[in-house]
């Protein structure tokens, strides 16, 4: 049995999309540019502003206008953080069994912190997390293996013996390097032309709740 799990954020453990293209549609309106789905943009979720940025208005960081789109990208999903976000379904019920079986979860996510833990409170999830480690928690962020070891040392659980839930082809690489079991939350903001066969993960599941079989295994 795992004696910890570890959840990434956006795309695994809430649904925050529909803010973060919330902020991008904001930033298209300020340039007469119409709203794009929600649907479109969730594959890029899990990105960020740049990731959102590049699919929303077609610029990259090298960008002259860049910095001006983010900075107005960041600032109005900050202010509206968790207007429509919310657990994806049943995680609430899986973090509940957790508690219930006394097994600490945390958050490792590259969402900087000034974001993670205001998002994570009003979540209301805050207080409950052994560990909130975020994007410039630690020197380095996934794919790199130490936000995940951070983590570990903060629950004083072997990283062996924890478990790595996300999204997204970083979260497995840095839970594979960190020793960690990593499962691909195949419910979560993945590409549909990703080949989540070739990522280095123990398995794969639909919803939150079917964690339950990897984490009694």
Known sequence: MSQ??????????????????????????????????????????????????KLGMNVTPDAPNYETLRNAFLQYYEEHIC????LFPSMSTLVAELER????????????????????????????AACLVSGDTCAHAKPHPMPLLHAAELMSVAPESCLYLGDDLRDMEAAQAAGMT???????????????????ASGSVPTPLALLRYIQS
């Open 101 to 128: 079986h006394e097994i600490p979860w945390g958050i490792v996510t590259n969402k900087p912190h000034r974001y993670t833990v205001p998002l994570m409170e009003k979540l209301g999830y805050a207080q409950r």
């Open 83 to 86: 207007d429509r976000t919310v």
């Open 4 to 53: 910890a799990v570890l959840f990434d954020l956006d795309g695994t453990f809430a649904d925050t999309a529909p803010d973060l293209a919330a902020a991008l549609n904001h930033v298209r309106a300020l340039h007469d540019l119409p709203p794009l789905p929600v649907a479109t943009l969730r594959p890029q979720a899990s990105h960020g502003s740049q990731g959102l940025l």
């Open 182 to 200: 990593g499962i691909i939350a195949a419910y979560g903001y993945i590409d549909p032309a990703a080949d989540t066969g070739s990522w280095p």
